[in-house]
């Protein structure tokens, strides 16, 4: 089974400063990686598919980049609703179809 | 647009089994996968298997083989998974999302609380 781990496990930041997220898998995931973002109380929501593109509606300050087993979520330049967990997931290859999340990165504003 | 709308939430004993709804408006139910994702209080998410809407093929996340069951209801667009013998670590929020890849639309959430 991959294992995505997430980095750091959260990150204190303020409005406007860009936010870097890592997400590095346990053996090469192609790029087969999506990350998603949740607000308390709310359902995940797709952010960025195939490591690098953006899902419907998600604004331009979000960015995706990596391939094999290294892949970053990038914010350019944060809004006070950025603030939120994130979650990279991974799809193997390799039937059967699975799927494994990492263990999240908190955004908090500092 | 779509949408998926979940049950309600549920509270059982130990041992006991819960079925959760998924009912999907708004594109060709058969022609996307629905997958399940369960969120324990505080914690990560954790994927726990998909089901093709089109032919019922499943495959289910190892940690829960033998005591998960997905299946769909084409004439209502409706997805269920049943997850059986609970145990308190059961206790999660429930999500079901349409899955075209990654999971592109998620449901509300059901909150199943196994408790004595």
């Known amino acids: 089974e991959i294992v995505l781990t997430q980095s750091p496990a959260t990150l204190s930041l303020s409005p406007g400063e860009r936010a870097t997220l890592s997400c590095r898998a346990s053996q090469s995931v192609s790029s087969y990686l999506a990350w998603y973002q949740q607000k308390p109380g709310q359902a995940p929501r797709l952010l960025i598919y195939?490591?690098?593109n953006r899902a419907t509606g998600i604004p331009a300050r979000f960015s995706g980049s990596g391939s094999g087993t290294d892949f970053t979520l990038t914010i350019s330049s944060l809004e006070p609703e950025d603030f939120a967990v994130y979650y990279c997931?991974?799809?193997?290859?390799?039937?059967?179809?699975?799927?494994?999340f990492g263990q999240g990165t908190k955004l908090e504003i500092k | 647009q779509v949408q998926l709308v979940q049950s309600g939430a549920e509270v059982k004993k130990p041992g006991a089994s819960v079925k959760v709804s998924c009912k999907a408006s708004?594109?060709?139910?058969?022609?996307?996968?629905i997958s399940w994702v369960r969120q324990a209080p505080g914690q990560g998410l954790e994927w726990m298997g998909w089901?093709?809407?089109?032919?019922?093929?499943?495959n289910y996340a190892q940690k829960l083989q033998g005591r998960v069951t997905m299946t769909t209801d084409t004439s209502t667009s409706t997805a269920y998974m049943e997850l059986r013998s609970l145990r308190s670590d059961d206790t999660a929020v429930y999500y079901c999302?349409?899955?075209?890849?990654?999971?592109?639309?998620w449901g509300q959430g059901t909150l199943v609380t196994v408790s004595s």
């Open positions: 999302a349409r899955k075209t890849g990654p999971f592109d639309y």
């Open positions: 089901i093709s809407a089109y032919n019922g093929n499943t």
């Open positions: 997931q991974q799809r193997s290859n390799w039937p059967p179809e699975m799927y494994t």
């Open positions: 708004g594109y060709t139910f058969t022609s996307y996968g």
């Open positions: 195939d490591a690098s």
